[in-house]
Nanobody, 126 residues
């Protein structure tokens, strides 16, 4: 029910944008959407979340000031603008959504309990 688009390859210092659409006949009125990323051999890491209703956002320290999460409620779509990309941002990126709660994005192992996932998209920064 989550379809990602965007990502790809870019040189260091460049920018990429992701979008993630929540599809289906019904969706939640209170939910958290955001992104994880995973580097081979490491645990999946929460990057950014945005909550509905309202637009409360959270970011992991390593992307603060470089990544911006936003949303379009009418389209059930969340965007991730990634600027000033670094080689260490190279990873598989996953859109994710969870009814009501954002903390699963931020606690150790929380990703194991997140309800919805996008298909995953590789980002390579050279």
């Amino acid at each position: 029910q989550l379809v990602e688009s965007g990502g790809g390859s870019v040189q260091a210092g460049g920018s990429l944008t992701f979008s993630c659409v929540a599809s289906g006949s019904t969706w939640y009125t209170r939910y958290c959407m955001g992104w994880f990323r995973q580097i081979p051999g490491k645990e999946r890491e929460g990057l950014a979340t945005i909550y509905t209703p309202g637009a409360y956002t959270q970011y992991v320290d390593s992307v603060k000031g470089r990544f911006t999460i936003s949303k379009d409620n009418a389209k059930n779509t969340v965007y991730l603008q990634m600027d000033s990309l670094k080689p260490e941002d190279t990873a598989m990126y996953y859109c994710a959504a969870n009814p009501d709660r954002c903390e699963l994005f931020w606690v150790a192992g929380g990703f194991n309990h997140v309800t919805y996932w996008g298909q995953g998209t590789q980002v390579t920064v050279s």
